[in-house]
């Protein structure tokens, strides 16, 4: 067992963990609220945890960045605060289009790839990191 994780023991993934364990108290704050915005407040925490993550599950993180900064994006261009979105209450003034891209976006996050790359991610912190990413 401990021959299958030193790979991730290796330099790089000596920063992730120690990025992930600097950033577990953060995550679990804003993601403790509960708010539907939690997400998106944890964006720059997920950011910074991907770009220190080990070769072996960048792609995961990859398949959970791009929906939420896709998201993120669409919430922008609409001009709804990222922070503040609740998708059971969209302000009344977008237009369809505006809503239906943020509707998809939004629901993207919920795909089983999305779902699964997500607890890829949290397994190998848990793993490797002994350290749990708190959602």
Do not use: N
């Not at 790979?7 to 953060?26: F, I, N, R």
């Not at 993120?72 to 289009?97: G, H, I, M, N, Q």
Request: proline letters at 7%; one cysteine or more.
């Amino acid at each position: 067992m401990v021959l299958a994780l030193a790979p991730g023991l290796t330099s790089c993934g000596q920063d992730y963990c120690g990025t992930v364990e600097e950033h577990q108290a953060e995550l679990t704050d804003v993601t403790a609220s509960g708010s539907p915005a939690a997400l998106l407040s944890a964006l720059p925490i997920f950011r910074d945890l991907s770009e220190q993550a080990p070769d072996d599950i960048r792609d995961d993180w990859k398949a959970f960045l791009d929906p939420l900064e896709e998201l993120d994006d669409t919430l922008r261009e609409a001009d709804v605060d990222p922070a503040a979105y609740d998708p059971e209450a969209l302000p009344a003034d977008l237009t369809d289009d505006q809503r239906e891209r943020i509707e998809a976006a939004g629901s993207a996050l919920a795909a089983p790839a999305v779902v699964r790359a997500f607890d890829s991610v949290q397994q190998q912190a848990k793993d490797v990191c002994h350290t749990p990413l708190s959602l």
